[in-house]
């Protein structure tokens, strides 16, 4: 398969990111731990945004997990859609009909495939067996967050021990270094393996040279097909993944798949790896890689990466004191915080740790970050690791823009293109609608957009492509970058658009467009017979979605000077949308078209306050529904919500844009007892990375919110971050912002445009205009005024 290629304008170069370099002192962030892994969940995260690693750090037996993020079985040519038009109608039937459990069998039985299951896959693992087991002292593996660098070092014999791991994104290469001062060196063997893909003999292991290792295969497994209707199932993913080695002493060996290395000071290992989903020719690929190497010591590739990598993660700083607590490991510091303790300072390096895992898995070029992001283990990863369009791919990219990461939101631009192109075939087949595109609940890298589920709770939902095109959106309100609105997202807009003019149904009993058949993810609700039921005429979710698109839509074509039937049919059909947000008689939102009692009363997602959160629809002005939200969340928690990791950092942001510091206070706790692992991976469980760039993102939004049309400072700081300061948040409107602040009151406040521009601001009961100029900093007191 040739290499996917496109060209986004906004992505390279911009000068709203050249000009906001900030002069920032260096941060010493690191995690670390005072023995090796034992297991993957303690283990360390490199990548490079295609190409990752989990490191272990164990001394003698070493286990380096490596991963690529086209390992995928299948093609893109299974299928774009199942059912008919007439199956739709006869779905809607039923609803009208009062008949919600046939409703519930048909969508399934008419429209899903069920169980076509392809999992993200491991791309194997180096393991570094030294000859001899050393006993060994002063032991430390830490990651530092400011230089992307996992370093194990520990002494044994009276020698030292030094393991470097980083991945390269400007040299594409995963690169160990191994050094000693024993006098002698080092004798150690390295070895390529892959765990059985279900049987299959998919792996071959070879010495191209006396210095190298060469591991091919191709994925193969699927997760099992219930249709009449044959797939092919014994064809994926082509790959190599080669072992390079280079010494400073001592000797290496090649032999039967494995590299002996003698008396050996220093090592060099670079590990390369491409497939064909990038380009047909991945093993030429490989040795271009590896020659473009040749004469490039260690010391220089580790400065080019900490250089890339600098780039994007200095932007930002973030302090909120206790720095005292860095002589813990980090595993201790946890377990206090379990026990009761207090540790802002690792709150503080969580947000960083987001920060740092959407860079590593995130770059131009690569796919986007999955449910994993890129760290997976296994051959067949909980929920396949892949792209789940109901809120888990959306929260990977909560943080990129408020946190200063723009170039890191390309992959998900690049991936929505292609299921939109899907997206088109399946809602002309399925549903009849010959115009725009539509995904469902889940897809996977070859971006299908067909209904995948056996019951109808989840996968049944029709709106992943409408919640995915907010990104497009929110990408230019920070960037406001004009090429992009008209190239990127007012085509996105329009197409996802367009087929929500078409899906909608006419409510003859109130003159209203309707969204039908509609669910709220994963949730059912208790319908006439006192039986749980799925599939409903009209959602809480569907309809706010809906608005939004068409606002967003109509807000772009007014930016770009469009006006013309399209518009015109976009305004018809939002002034008579169905309300998304309807409040019923016990003051909560409804989720439903009618006040259905829940099956399940605390269930994680809050699924009808997407208009207070990723949304904008709820704010504090719309008083009513302002309440009614709260109340929705409070009856939500009584009943034991927000058990998951992601569920709880969904939790935290709708507690900021409800302006309530002491839940999120609450919730930031709860979130670091329960659900942060030994190497702060989220844990839903089990392992699932939305949930540490949920809480990123949540993070600033308690310190600065910018949805409302003004920039509202510090409007939900919890009280145990007393005294802190943040520098390189990014509001929308391309206004770059730095706060500090002590006794929990704001002592400054820093803002820097990237044009001339007029900003409205709130602190408190204060409200503020503030003239700004183009790049140049304007500082202000806690009073608004110029200082």
Not at 101 to 119: G, Q, T
Not at 643 to 660: F, P, V
Request: aromatic share 10%; proline share 5%.
């Amino acid at each position: 398969m040739k290499q996917i290629k496109r060209l986004i304008p906004s992505l390279l170069g911009l000068t709203f990111f050249c000009c906001q370099n900030q002069e920032m002192t260096r941060e010493t962030n690191e995690v670390w731990y005072a023995q090796p892994a034992t297991k993957w969940m303690q283990a360390l995260p490199v990548g490079n945004g295609r190409m990752g690693a989990m490191v272990f750090g164990d001394p003698n037996h070493e286990r380096i997990q490596l991963n690529e993020d086209s390992m995928w079985p299948g093609g893109p040519d299974w299928e774009n859609s199942k059912g008919s038009p007439k199956d739709l109608e006869e779905i809607r039937q039923l609803l009208k009909d009062g008949k919600p459990h046939e409703a519930d069998k048909l969508i399934v039985e008419k429209f899903s495939y069920k169980s076509i299951l392809r999992s993200h896959q491991t791309m194997g693992d180096l393991y570094i067996d030294f000859k001899k087991d050393k006993k060994v002292g002063d032991y430390k593996r830490a990651l530092s967050l400011d230089d992307a660098l996992v370093t194990t070092h520990y002494v044994s014999g009276g020698n030292n021990y030094t393991e470097k791991v980083f991945a390269s994104y400007p040299d594409d290469v995963l690169v160990v270094e191994l050094a000693t001062t024993a006098p002698n060196g080092m004798d150690l063997s390295l070895r390529l393996d892959r765990p059985d893909d279900r049987g299959h003999e998919t792996v071959t292991i070879s010495n191209p040279s006396d210095s190298e290792i060469s591991m091919k295969g191709m994925v193969t497994q699927y997760g099992g097909i219930k249709e009449s209707k044959p797939f092919p199932l014994d064809y994926g993913v082509k790959f190599e993944t080669r072992l390079q080695v280079k010494n400073e002493s001592g000797t290496v060996v090649a032999h039967e798949g494995r590299l002996a290395l003698k008396g050996v000071k220093k090592a060099t290992l670079y590990i390369v790896c491409n497939t064909s989903f990038y380009q047909e020719d991945y093993e030429s690929r490989n040795r271009e890689t590896l020659t473009a190497l040749n004469g490039k010591s260690f010391d220089a590739l580790l400065e080019d990466h900490r250089e890339d990598y600098q780039n994007l993660y200095s932007r930002m700083s973030f302090d909120l004191g206790g720095k005292a607590l860095d002589s813990l490991p980090t595993d201790t510091r946890l377990t206090r915080i379990k026990e009761g303790g207090d540790d802002p300072d690792l709150a503080a390096k969580l947000f960083q740790f987001g920060r740092y895992l959407l860079i590593s898995s995130s770059r131009p070029g690569s796919n986007p970050a999955n449910l994993q992001g890129l760290w997976n283990e296994h051959i067949e990863a909980p929920w396949n690791a892949d792209y789940h369009l109901n809120i888990n791919l959306q929260m990977n990219y909560w943080p990129v823009e408020v946190t200063n990461l723009s170039e890191c939101h390309e992959p998900i631009f690049a991936f929505a293109d292609r299921l939109m192109e899907r997206g088109h075939i399946t809602a002309k087949e399925q549903y009849g609608i010959g115009r725009g595109s539509m995904a469902h609940h889940a897809t996977d890298l070859w971006a299908p957009a067909f209904m995948r589920a056996e019951k109808p709770y989840w996968g049944a939902w029709i709106h992943g492509g409408g919640w995915l095109v907010q990104d497009y959106w929110e990408h230019y309100q920070y960037t406001q970058n004009k090429e992009f609105l008209k190239k990127e997202a007012y085509p996105a807009l329009r197409t996802i658009s367009e087929f929500y003019l078409d899906w909608l149904v006419l409510d003859k009993r109130d003159g209203t467009w309707v969204s039908a058949p509609e669910t709220s993810p994963e949730n059912s609700y208790i319908a006439a017979d006192g039986k749980p039921a799925a599939v409903s005429f009209g959602a809480a979710m569907g309809h706010q979605i809906i608005a939004e698109v068409f606002n967003n839509t109509l807000k772009a074509a007014k930016i770009l000077n469009i006006d013309d039937s399209f518009t015109k049919e976009v305004k018809n059909k939002r002034a008579k949308l169905h309300p998304g947000v309807v409040i019923g008689d016990d003051g909560r939102i409804l989720e439903w078209d009618r006040p259905y009692e829940e099956a399940e009363k605390g269930h994680r997602h809050m699924s009808h306050l997407y208009a207070l959160h990723p949304g904008d629809q709820i704010t504090e002005s719309d008083t009513t529904a302002f309440k009614a939200a709260q109340k929705t969340i409070d009856f939500r928690l009584q009943h034991g919500g927000a058990g998951t990791g992601w569920s709880r950092a969904w939790m935290i942001n709708l507690n900021a844009r409800l302006l309530d510091p002491v839940s999120a206070e609450e919730n930031i706790k709860k979130f670091l007892q329960i659900s942060v692992a030994d190497n702060l991976f989220d844990e839903h469980p089990p392992f699932q990375i939305d949930g540490n760039f949920g809480y990123t993102a949540a993070v600033a939004e308690l310190l600065m919110q910018s949805h409302e049309g003004f920039i509202r400072i510090l409007p939900a700081l919890p009280s145990n971050w007393k005294n802190g300061k943040i520098a390189g948040l990014k509001a929308r409107g391309n206004l770059t912002v730095d706060l500090e602040w002590k006794d929990g009151r704001l002592v400054q406040l820093g803002l820097t445009p990237g044009r001339d521009k007029m900003v409205k601001l709130k602190y408190g009961s204060t409200n503020k205009e503030v003239q700004l100029q183009n790049n140049k900093k304007t500082i202000l007191n806690a009073n608004l005024e110029t200082k």
